[in-house]
């Protein structure tokens, strides 16, 4: 029976993901994509998008802002644009998106099924339903505006879609992954992110399988005072929501000490550092890009290789290429791209069964993991601060222009 993983409240932001940025989103976004499918495959990829912690690291290591409702649509929108050429090779697809798109949906899966020979119907219903679920059957005060679908060749998918609160300034994120799945209306999510609202009528819940019936048993008879006794019957006997993991995205944009596990964060630095020199050596030739690339490259392996409970502070991923927004820092363009290329000669490299580079990546995970117990390193604040005073050498890039021309009008 698939299951709910937890909740999240995620900041309502606008605002449009800038092109030099949203290009390069679905370059990363499409090659750690490539890296989980050559290690884990492509079932793996799909049980990872279905969960909630990992979906907001995934997108805070793209440079995305690390804690905002944005995220949702940014990914989703990366990935359907990187994937989309290598759909016969993954044999994954992306359909659906943001307003408009979403409802496109149901013409995509069947031009897929066209393609594919997968069921389209069953899927469009699957579609459908779910969107039905989570706009009717779940009332908790978010209208949906995102729809994601990812379907794999053989009929497997995941549902990523988003709602908002326009008063709240708020949006939540619904998570569905077939896998196990038995119903759409008992149980059916493996997520729900999100800030809580107060009482919210959730008829998926396991728990509500008598009211449903007892529902279709009243609208049969109708009887005022069938309906009243019903109502006594259950008034105070309602047994308490079960306790769920909760990610609490905060509403501040800076990335706080308290947003980040610091000893993951040194065993990262000291793994770089360490493995840096015997894994990468001609990376470090590049002045002022190699070690920095290193430790990017860190925290990208760990969203590759990691376990689910890892990704509970998403903040601490987005030190490794910045956001757009300038929090915590700059986008290191320098780093992004020197990211890129390692990763891409990686999985092109692993295609033709020279896996060293991918193994590189992997030991550097490995040491990360190991060295977090004992390393020690810079305080969060100094850490950041160093990020920021080497932004304009390393081709700094916000919403608000290049960081060193920003420094120089400023100096000027």
């Avoid at 959730?202 to 007892?214: G, V």
């Avoid at 308290?258 to 015997?278: K, N, Q, Y």
């Avoid at 069964?353 to 390393?375: N, V, W």
Wanted: charged share 25%; net charge neutral; with cysteine.
């Amino acid at each position: 029976m698939a299951r709910r993983t937890g909740s999240a409240d995620l900041p309502l932001h606008g605002g449009r993901v800038p092109a030099w940025l949203g290009v390069r989103m679905s370059s990363l976004g499409t090659i750690i994509t490539q890296a989980i499918v050559h290690h884990y495959g492509r079932d793996e990829f799909l049980r990872r998008l279905s969960q909630p912690f990992w979906f907001q690291s995934f997108g805070a290591v793209m440079g995305m802002d690390w804690h905002s409702s944005g995220i949702t649509t940014s990914v989703i929108g990366a990935l359907k644009r990187g994937l989309k050429p290598l759909e016969g090779e993954l044999g994954i697809h992306v359909c659906g998106g943001r307003g408009q798109h979403s409802r496109k949906t149901p013409d995509e899966l069947r031009l897929l099924g066209e393609r594919t020979g997968f069921d389209a119907p069953r899927l469009v219903r699957a579609s459908r339903l779910v969107a039905k679920v989570d706009s009717a059957a779940v009332q908790d005060g978010f209208d949906l505006y995102l729809h994601g679908f990812f379907v794999t060749d053989d009929g497997k998918w995941t549902v990523v879609q988003q709602g908002m609160n326009g008063d709240k300034r708020q949006a939540r994120r619904y998570h569905w992954h077939s896998e196990q799945l038995e119903s759409f209306v008992d149980e059916p999510h493996s997520a729900i992110d999100g800030p809580a609202q107060g009482e919210i009528v959730n008829l998926t819940d396991h728990r509500a399988a008598p009211s449903r019936a007892a529902q279709l048993d009243l609208l049969s008879e109708m009887g005022p005072d069938r309906i009243v006794s019903e109502l006594a019957a259950i008034d105070g006997k309602q047994p308490a929501q079960a306790m769920l993991p909760h990610l609490v995205m905060p509403s501040h944009h800076d990335v706080r000490s308290s947003d980040v596990f610091s000893r993951r964060l040194h065993g990262t630095l000291a793994a770089a550092a360490e493995r840096g020199p015997i894994d990468f050596p001609e990376l470090l030739l590049t002045p002022g890009v190699g070690l920095r690339t290193v430790r990017s490259l860190a925290m990208v392996a760990e969203v590759v290789h990691g376990a689910p409970y890892r990704f509970a502070d998403p903040a601490r991923f987005s030190l490794a290429h910045g956001g757009k927004d300038r929090h915590p820092y700059p986008v290191p363009l320098k780093v992004y791209d020197e990211t890129i290329r390692v990763l891409k000669s990686a999985v092109q490299n692993a295609k033709l069964g020279r896996d060293e580079e991918m193994q590189a990546l992997k030991r550097l995970d490995d040491q990360s993991r190991r060295l977090e117990r004992t390393a020690q390193g810079p305080s969060l604040d100094v850490f950041i601060a160093g990020e920021r005073a080497a932004s304009p050498a390393l081709d700094g890039r916000s919403v608000f222009g290049w960081e060193a021309e920003l420094k120089a009008r400023k100096s000027g």
